[in-house]
Structure formats: structure tokens, C-alpha cells
């Protein structure tokens, strides 16, 4: 069955410093990856898709993710995160049965 | 650009009463999906619409049924509400069908029974 694990519940770094948050699927063929960001009280938010093509992803907000096949990761990673970058962080996978599979999501603290 | 339109964003019901949530897909959207957040907890997949027909159909409770209408707009209908069933209730929708096509979000109806 299709799974996604986000191994991090919980995040800080430091305004300005790099990001990286983790996600692993598990799927036989090539999947259909997603992260979505969802600040509190608030909508998921889109931030980027790998369908097919160049593994390396540019999405909005400055976020980028790299999706590894031989690794079954889709990182999420930013250069430098501001303080409005803290959010609940979700990778999302869609399967051979077309459902969507999200992670159990990764809270972004942000420290001044 | 347009987004998806969720209401009422809040609810208030009592036990064993009635709810209607109502989602609005952006403009040529023909597909709906409907998720349910409870607290601290990832998106589960309800149900789906493709051209107002049920698509796919997930861990939703026979106590509630959804519907989409001509004009592809969706309704939730939630009955014999119970406390569990709290949450934030998420409407998303995409072009032409299929689940791989990607799905944009509304903000969420936040429904508390008490």
C-alpha cells in the first residue's frame, strides 16, 4: 500500500538559517508527489508538484524540493526561512488507485 | 486568481443535530473532494465528485452524504452530528477528473459540536 512518512514531528531553526523537511513514500511506480503547507487555522496551500521530468522542483515561497528516486525522498528545502514560514508542512503522495496519501504533517518552528 | 469557497468557515451544532457544509471549486473546476482534519491530525479523504457524479469514496460516515450540482458546486450534509465528528472539514478541486490532476484547497470549514 502507498504511504508517506514524515519522520520529523516537530522543526526549529533559526530565522535566516536553511530548511530541510523530510518526506518518504512508499509506491511501486513513479509517484505523484505534493507538499502543501497549512498555516494555523488555515487552508492547505500548494507549494509544490513532481509529476514527471527534473527532480529538482522550484514551488512558491522560495521552496525548492528534489525528489530521489533511490531514496523514495521528496525533501523540501529553503535557503533561508523567514518567521512567516511557520506552518504545519504536509508531503502528499497519489498512487495507482488515485487516492491522495498525506504525511502526518511537520510543524515549522520559526526562532527570532 | 479565484479560489475555492468554503462555507460557513465556523459551525456550531449540538449533538445529533444537522450540518451542511458548502464548497464552491475555482472557475471550469469539474472535480470536488472533500477531507476531514481532526485535531493535530493529517487530511483524510471523504468522498469525491466528477461531473456532479460520486467518484471515489473514502472512510466517510454513513451518517453523512454529499452531493455536487449542476453548477459543480458541492454540499457536505452531516447528520446525527457526535462530538467526534469536530474537526476541520477541507473542500479541494481540480480540472478533468483525474485525482492526479493537482488539487487546490479551500480554507476550511471549522465545525465544532458540542
Known amino acids: 500500500a502507498q504511504s508517506v512518512t514524515q519522520p520529523d514531528i516537530h522543526i526549529t531553526v533559526s530565522e535566516g538559517a536553511s530548511l530541510e523537511l523530510r518526506c518518504n513514500y512508499s509506491?511501486?511506480?513513479?509517484?505523484?508527489l505534493f507538499w502543501y503547507v497549512q498555516s494555523p487555522g488555515q487552508g492547505l496551500q500548494l507549494l509544490l508538484k513532481?509529476?514527471?521530468?527534473?527532480?529538482l522542483v522550484q514551488g512558491i515561497k522560495g521552496f525548492e524540493a528534489e525528489f530521489k528516486r533511490s531514496q523514495s525522498s521528496f525533501n523540501l528545502r529553503k535557503p533561508s526561512v523567514h518567521w512567516s514560514d511557520a506552518a504545519e508542512y504536509f508531503c502528499?503522495?497519489?498512487?495507482?488507485?488515485?487516492?491522495?496519501?498525506f504525511g502526518k504533517g511537520t510543524r515549522l518552528h520559526i526562532l527570532p | 486568481a479565484a479560489g475555492v469557497i468554503q462555507s460557513p468557515r465556523h459551525l456550531i451544532k449540538e449533538k445529533r443535530e444537522t450540518a451542511t457544509l458548502k464548497c464552491y471549486p475555482i472557475p471550469r473546476h469539474d472535480t470536488v473532494y472533500w477531507y476531514q482534519q481532526g485535531p493535530g491530525q493529517d487530511p483524510q479523504f471523504l468522498i469525491s465528485f466528477y461531473e456532479k457524479m460520486q467518484s471515489d469514496k473514502g472512510s466517510i460516515p454513513d451518517r453523512f452524504s454529499a452531493q455536487q450540482f449542476s453548477d459543480y458546486h458541492s454540499e457536505l450534509n452531516m447528520s446525527s452530528l457526535e462530538l467526534g465528528d469536530s474537526a476541520l472539514y477541507f473542500c479541494?478541486?481540480?480540472?478533468?477528473?483525474?485525482?492526479?490532476?493537482?488539487?487546490?484547497f479551500g480554507p476550511g470549514t471549522r465545525l465544532l459540536v458540542l
Open positions: 509506491y511501486g511506480a513513479t509517484p505523484y
Open positions: 502528499a503522495v497519489v498512487g495507482r488507485d488515485d487516492k491522495i496519501i
Open positions: 513532481y509529476f514527471s521530468g527534473d527532480t
Open positions: 479541494a478541486s481540480s480540472h478533468s477528473g483525474g485525482i492526479r490532476e493537482t488539487q487546490y
